[in-house]
């Protein structure tokens, strides 16, 4: 009996991961290190989104360490946003968690090139398995919730889901304190709920609203109107308010900046503007979300990454000289 249900599980399991790109898959055989190094590298380069996954303003001996993380959360997420299933993403997340526990194991050995890379970034930064962990939470989450009743349920999601990103990012560039967590925390947040603002249609036609229940009954705005993409007054207006609450978060996480050394303060600096660039988008399309996907040109991706780069110096020159003692 024991057979044919073990039988069974491995052939869902082949048929779920058929449904995803076949180098997602994982192998019967572990690639060597150098190899699996390659996997992360070539998945991150070709995943660029908003910007570089690997800042320019990264020390470069830090960078295969953010190519092995960035290649753990981009299969996570599509783990639970490609597959079209839920049966199937729940499966794959099983799946996946079991090789992050071989990754953490004395015994077991993981197959996949993702966590063959990963394990080596988990050893030099001591990174505790929880973090990881904590990003499926979030995704099996998604499959089994489309809808938040208050603005603190979907802080309690942005926990999971958008949080231990700037953990990972603290660890790898060495800090481990509560008080840089907690910074960080406030901007992985902005950022997560900047995306959900600019993404209203796109969750709704995969069944998920983000925004609070509790607030589209304030401002009297229905799923009806959100589903025939009618940005009606009473929608704009509610926009209005969430975009200033991101704003707010935002501006709780900059004291971040100041807290780290010069090159991650960069990259913070710049994933920050990115976000408020994302509301300021929303903002000159006079909150209008609905069937028109807010986005930032090239351009001022470009202006950004200028404006990133030059902020120290900026602040420099601003600052008042300091008064040398007189011997």
């Known amino acids: 009996m024991s057979t ?3 039988d069974e599980m491995l052939t869902a399991s082949l048929s779920d991961w058929a449904k995803l790109p076949p180098e997602y898959a994982i192998p019967e055989v572990a690639p060597s290190l150098e190899s699996a190094r390659e996997y992360c590298r070539r998945l991150a380069r070709s995943h660029y989104e908003n910007f570089s996954v690997a800042s320019w303003f990264l020390p470069s001996h830090l960078k295969q360490h953010f190519f092995n993380v960035y ?3 981009r299969i996570s997420d599509d783990l639970g946003d490609e597959v079209g299933d839920q049966a199937s993403s729940l499966r794959l997340l099983d799946d996946w968690e079991a090789e992050l526990n071989a990754c953490y194991s004395d015994v077991a050995r993981p197959r996949h090139p993702v966590f063959v890379a990963l394990a080596e970034t988990v050893r030099k ?5 929880q973090e990881f962990a904590n990003l499926l939470t979030a995704f099996r989450q998604d499959q089994r919730v489309g809808r938040y009743e208050t603005f603190t349920d979907l802080l309690g999601y942005c926990r999971n889901s958008a949080n231990p990103v700037g953990h990972l990012v603290l660890y790898l560039c060495g800090y481990r304190d509560a008080e840089r967590q907690q910074l960080s925390d406030y901007s992985c947040t902005a950022l997560q709920i900047a995306n959900f603002w600019q993404d209203v249609s796109r969750d709704y036609a995969i069944g998920r609203i983000y925004l609070p229940l509790e607030d589209l009954r304030r401002f009297g705005v229905s799923e009806e109107m959100i589903r025939a993409g009618e940005n009606s007054s009473a ?3 509610m926009m209005r308010f969430e975009v200033e609450r991101a704003r707010q978060w ?7 900046v100041g807290k780290v050394d010069g090159k991650l303060a960069l990259d913070i600096e710049l994933f920050s503007r990115g976000g408020q660039e994302i509301l300021n988008a929303i903002e000159r399309q006079r909150y209008a979300v609905l069937g028109r996907r807010p986005v930032i040109s090239k351009a001022r991706r470009l202006a950004l990454v200028a404006s990133a780069a030059l902020a120290p110096i900026t602040r420099k020159l601003s600052s008042p000289p300091v008064a040398r003692n007189s011997r």
Request: proline residues 10%.
């Open 71 to 73: 290649a753990y959360c």
């Open 235 to 237: 929608f704009c207006e």
């Open 125 to 129: 930064f001591e990174i505790p398995r």
């Open 250 to 256: 935002f501006a709780q996480g900059m004291p971040l």
């Open 4 to 6: 044919v249900i073990n």
